[in-house]
């Protein structure tokens, strides 16, 4: 399962999550600023505080971007 943990008004994220939709990639978004259960998971599995970061099955892709999360997803054999 696809996990994004975002933050409210932060434009990676919309872009981020953009681009999952647009490629009919399902995904669970975790609003970070709004659960501070989701804020200590993102900082536990990432080691850091930026969104959007991406959990792929323990796979973490932190503080990214939709190229990074392409190539991202391309190694971990969801994309082509």
Known sequence: MLIIYTKT???WCNEARE???RR???F???GVLSNPEF???LRQKSGQEKTPTLDLNGEI???TDAEAIE???KKQ???N
């Open 9 to 11: 008004g932060c434009p």
């Open 19 to 21: 681009f999952l939709k």
């Open 24 to 26: 009919n990639i399902s």
């Open 28 to 30: 669970e978004e975790r």
């Open 39 to 41: 804020f200590d998971e």
């Open 61 to 63: 892709l932190a503080d």
């Open 71 to 73: 190539e991202f997803l």
């Open 77 to 79: 054999g969801i994309l």
